[in-house]
């Protein structure tokens, strides 16, 4: 399975932007599935979880867009979407989709991942 993300922009500081992610073939139903973000000079790190529905569905968020961030999943359609309020400039970054090798969010905090998306950048202007 490929990801393709897309709904990166430029948006000022405040603003909101809404990530999307889809499969080009088959379907993630089977595995929890997550968006990183990498900013230049930085490891890429986990900043939304979702695990798979007969996980639990439940969402993880990182501290640092927990309250912000709204990850979600509709498995009927294959899209998983990241909606981002309240954006700041240090949210700047690449953000990918991945699907983790598994269905719980423990593997994608692993960084056990079976797919990774070729990324949208987001920037956030101050």
């Known amino acids: 399975v490929q990801l393709v993300e897309s709904g990166g922009g430029l948006v000022q500081a405040g603003g909101s932007l809404r990530l999307s992610c889809v499969p080009s073939g088959g379907s993630f139903g089977s595995n929890a599935m997550g968006w990183f973000r990498q900013a230049p000079g930085k490891e890429r790190e986990l900043v939304a979880a979702?695990?798979?529905?007969?996980?639990?569905?439940?969402?993880w968020y990182a501290d640092s867009v927990r309250g912000r961030f709204t990850a979600s999943r509709d498995d009927a359609k294959s899209i998983l979407w990241l909606q981002m309020d309240s954006l700041k400039p240090e949210d700047t970054a690449s953000y990918y989709c991945?699907?983790?090798?598994?269905?719980?969010?423990?593997?994608?905090?692993?960084?056990?991942?079976?797919?990774w998306g070729q990324g949208t950048l987001v920037t956030v202007s101050s």
């Open positions: 979702v695990a798979a529905l007969r996980n639990g569905g439940r969402i």
């Open positions: 991945a699907a983790a090798r598994g269905i719980t969010i423990a593997a994608l905090k692993a960084k056990s991942i079976d797919a």
